[in-house]
């Protein structure tokens, strides 16, 4: 099954200068101009303008960013019972054919910011097309397992909670050994990587589409610490929590809130 995560059009800048891509997600990049890009083992690798570049979960890469004007279209997604690769984190895809239609119309969608039902089915489209066009040795099969698929739905259902390792195995009836060994064979990573991309996926999805306050999301996310939770937020989407919100922010007939949240200041 594959789910889209998140979607979105987004002017990059400083914010994306040394960000940790290393979460769950598989990712999808399209730039508009050529000035930022990533670290792969050690090296520049620049994101060229009109490609599309799909970058597996657990890549381990850091970004850089030196460009002036470029907008950037993004999607996250997962994909139960197959892996990226680590030896091979990135892949460099044409923007052609199919792909160039849907594209056309993803990003028409999301300019005009219309249609948010149609822009998930497009990015699905996108998803699972570019997967199909990578080479055998770039996917790593994961073991099927509905205990672990139960304890993923848990994760979700639970973020509030102060939820662990032994509620976990609990969940998906293994001992605890068993469980991270199964755990990280259904999914790639552990379940502490999992259950934080999660809590800050959805903290990011509540800046963008509430006006709760700092410490509101910081409860509804199970982090309870406010100071620790705009630390690991800026390191994993460059920005803290405010600036985030001041350049995302989008309910309804509001594009540019003055006082979202009234604890919201920068940390």
Same mark, same amino acid.
């Given at each position: 099954?594959?789910?889209?995560?998140?979607?979105?059009?987004?002017?990059?800048?400083?914010?994306?200068?040394?960000?940790?891509?290393?979460?769950?997600?598989?990712?999808?990049?399209?730039?508009?101009?050529?000035?930022?890009?990533?670290?792969?083992?050690?090296?520049?690798?620049?994101?060229?303008?009109? $490609?599309?570049?799909?970058?597996?979960?657990?890549?381990?890469?850091?970004?850089?960013?030196?460009?002036?004007?470029?907008?950037?279209?993004?999607?996250?997604?997962?994909?139960?019972?197959?892996?990226?690769?680590?030896?091979?984190?990135?892949?460099?895809?044409?923007?052609?054919?199919?792909?160039?239609? /849907?594209?056309?119309?993803?990003?028409?969608?999301?300019?005009?910011?219309?249609?948010?039902?149609?822009?998930?089915?497009?990015?699905?489209?996108? /998803?699972?097309?570019?997967?199909?066009?990578?080479?055998?040795?770039?996917?790593?099969?994961?073991?099927?397992?509905?205990?672990?698929?139960?304890?993923?739905?848990?994760?979700?259902?639970?973020?509030?909670?102060?939820?662990?390792?032994?509620?976990?195995?609990?969940?998906?009836?293994?001992?605890?050994?068993?469980?991270? $060994?199964?755990?990280?064979?259904?999914?790639?990573?552990?379940?502490?990587?999992?259950?934080?991309?999660?809590?800050?996926?959805?903290?990011?999805?509540?800046?963008?589409?509430?006006?709760?306050?700092?410490?509101?999301?910081?409860?509804?996310?199970?982090? /309870?610490?406010?100071?620790?939770?705009?630390?690991?937020?800026?390191?994993?989407?460059?920005?803290?929590?405010? /600036?985030?919100?001041?350049?995302?922010?989008?309910?309804?007939?509001?594009?540019?809130?003055?006082?979202?949240?009234?604890?919201?200041?920068?940390?």
């Amino acid at each position: 099954m594959l789910r889209v995560e998140r979607l979105q059009k987004v002017r990059l800048g400083k914010f994306w200068d040394n960000i940790s891509l290393s979460d769950g997600f598989w990712r999808v990049y399209c730039h508009t101009a050529p000035g930022a890009g990533v670290f792969l083992n050690g090296k520049k690798y620049e994101l060229m303008p009109r $490609r599309f570049y799909l970058i597996a979960p657990y890549a381990d890469l850091k970004t850089y960013f030196n460009a002036g004007v470029l907008y950037q279209y993004y999607i996250h997604f997962e994909v139960n019972f197959f892996a990226g690769n680590s030896n091979c984190p990135i892949h460099e895809i044409p923007l052609e054919g199919d792909l160039q239609g /849907a594209f056309d119309k993803f990003t028409s969608l999301l300019d005009s910011g219309n249609d948010p039902m149609r822009g998930g089915l497009l990015a699905m489209q996108i /998803a699972a097309a570019l997967l199909s066009k990578l080479p055998d040795e770039a996917l790593v099969k994961l073991g099927v397992d509905q205990r672990i698929a139960r304890v993923c739905d848990f994760m979700r259902q639970n973020l509030s909670r102060p939820i662990g390792l032994n509620d976990f195995a609990r969940v998906a009836n293994y001992a605890t050994n068993s469980f991270l $060994r199964r755990f990280r064979e259904a999914t790639g990573g552990t379940p502490y990587q999992y259950l934080l991309h999660l809590r800050y996926a959805q903290a990011a999805r509540l800046l963008e589409s509430t006006d709760l306050s700092i410490k509101e999301i910081c409860s509804s996310v199970g982090v /309870a610490d406010r100071f620790h939770f705009s630390r690991c937020f800026k390191q994993i989407y460059g920005n803290s929590p405010a /600036a985030y919100r001041r350049v995302n922010f989008r309910i309804s007939g509001t594009s540019d809130p003055e006082h979202p949240g009234d604890d919201l200041q920068e940390d």
